[in-house]
């Protein structure tokens, strides 16, 4: 029999927790695949957040246990659906010096970090109670003005 840590899907996909989390349906995101490499493989922006692994362990009801403090202390932070408009935050720099600014993470899911909760780190920022990316602005042209 299949054994699950309780309150922790590890089958199905990412987007449907987010919509059990949330008020208004949540289908993957439609965000636009950028082929374009600049400075790094950060600048490959993923059409959706069922590419990153390590999310789903992390994920219940829309809300992200993630360790964003000194010593391993966690935050229960939420994913934002498509309720939440596709909009620039607060202005940052990416780890790799890149002009930014602070998205939801369904927004600019970046093929850098896809693999590890470790790698994100260095990308996330708050909006609100939401988990942000530090999003390159050359991946939204029309918002960087």
């Given at each position: 029999?299949?054994?699950?840590?309780p309150?922790y899907p590890?089958?199905?996909?990412?987007?449907?927790?987010?919509q059990?989390?949330?008020?208004?349906?949540?289908?993957?995101?439609?965000?636009a695949?950028?082929d374009?490499?600049r400075?790094?493989s950060d600048?490959?922006v993923?059409s959706?957040?069922n590419q990153v692994?390590?999310l789903t362990?992390?994920?219940?009801n829309?809300?992200?246990l993630l360790?964003?403090g000194v010593?391993g202390t966690?935050?229960?932070l939420?994913?934002?659906g498509e309720?939440?408009?596709?909009?620039?935050?607060?202005?940052c720099?990416?780890?790799?010096?890149?002009?930014?600014?602070?998205?939801h993470?369904?927004?600019c899911?970046l093929?850098?970090f896809?693999?590890?909760?470790?790698?994100?780190?260095?990308?996330?920022?708050?909006?609100?109670?939401?988990?942000?990316?530090?999003c390159?602005?050359?991946?939204?042209?029309?918002?960087?003005?």
């Amino acid at each position: 029999s299949h054994v699950r840590t309780p309150g922790y899907p590890r089958t199905g996909n990412i987007a449907d927790s987010i919509q059990e989390g949330s008020s208004r349906k949540a289908a993957a995101p439609s965000v636009a695949v950028h082929d374009e490499e600049r400075n790094n493989s950060d600048s490959r922006v993923l059409s959706n957040v069922n590419q990153v692994t390590w999310l789903t362990e992390l994920l219940h009801n829309g809300s992200v246990l993630l360790h964003t403090g000194v010593n391993g202390t966690t935050e229960n932070l939420q994913l934002a659906g498509e309720d939440q408009p596709n909009e620039p935050h607060s202005a940052c720099t990416s780890p790799v010096s890149q002009s930014g600014h602070c998205r939801h993470f369904r927004y600019c899911v970046l093929s850098v970090f896809t693999s590890s909760q470790q790698d994100f780190l260095p990308y996330f920022c708050r909006i609100d109670n939401y988990v942000g990316v530090c999003c390159p602005d050359h991946l939204h042209p029309a918002a960087a003005s």
